[in-house]
């Protein structure tokens, strides 16, 4: 049972009780999708009533703004300068937007691995016959990706390294830093895919030396469908000249120009058309609870959760040695049969190929891990593995 709101101690009780769907549920998939919070509900009300309000003047007063205020928040929370970011409607229109920044003639390989999501390797297979050479890496383990098949796979033709910081079918975490070392040692660029890691792992763009990271409000930044985010470097932003651009990337979008197109300064020139202004505000109030609870704090909260369900979970699955995000798999003949069934006890987790995945969050507890690992193996006992 709950406690009621004069009863919660810690911070993570009181940031519990902003997810209504830990009390009804023991909610594990934010790798999936994180959790709807009370204040993102909200957010989302204040959209509507404004627009209902002021209708189109809307649009030109508190939407831009809150743009730019969510331009800001990311920027904070990864280190950047909020002219390094652009915003997307999803991660596919943000690669999209990146891929037409190259000229492939000269250096036509993009060397990325078989552990990157679907759509991150789709963007670039689509476009072997137009010149582009994709260079696939295999894991070794599943896990992971070693940093030397990166060393190996890149030379003087090599246009960009792909990486995730965090693996989506296994939880380990990349050195991103390593892989924009080998980048920059081939003159290639570097992009992560860090859609597994913002919000849960603290991150510093300038630190790291990645040229272009990308993530979104679905998962551990809380902000739900319909928003995503694109970091470029500022001296690479200032050279790239995007072609798949639409009238925000304008310096002067307002001006309605039609006979010039003038790129605007930074990763805005990247951006597409009307952004989808409910995510936005749904992400801003996302990343607003992750800023306040913060990065570091989260991850040495999410370091215990994920302990207690590996340690649970030791006859389950192979032991590794690996340092994980909040991603436990655990191998399984049939993950959808576990996960129905799973469901039916109000536990929420899911199924990748041969997998199936739990993801802890800070709205979670050390009960709670020990129960969803402690359900699987009942299942087991019941012939569903
Ligand atoms: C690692 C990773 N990249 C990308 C995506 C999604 O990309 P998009 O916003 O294009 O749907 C996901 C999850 O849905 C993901 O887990």
Partial sequence: MEKTTTQLSTPWEKYRAEFPICQRKTYFNTCSLGALSTRVASAVRQFTELWDVSGAAAWYGPWLAEIERLRERFAALIGAWPDEIAIFPSVTTALTAVAS???YRARPRVVISDLEFPTTVYQWLVKEPGGVTLEMIHSPDRLT???????????AHTQLLVASHVYFTSGVIQDIAAVARVAHQHGAHCLIDAYQSIGQLPADVHVAGVDFLITGGLKWLLGGPGVAYLYVRRDLAAQLRPTDVGWFAHRDQFAFDIQRFTYADGARRFEGGT??????YAGRAGIDIVAELGVSRIRAHQIELVSAVVDEARRL???HTEELAGIVTIPREDPKAVVAALSQRGIIVDARPGLVRLSPYFYNTPEECAGVVAAIAELEKQGIT
């Fill in 101 to 103: 920044a190259f000229d």
């Fill in 145 to 155: 990706i070693p940093v030397d098949e990166y060393a190996r796979a890149a030379d």
């Fill in 275 to 280: 952004p989808s202004v409910a995510a936005v």
């Fill in 317 to 319: 699955r192979p032991a």
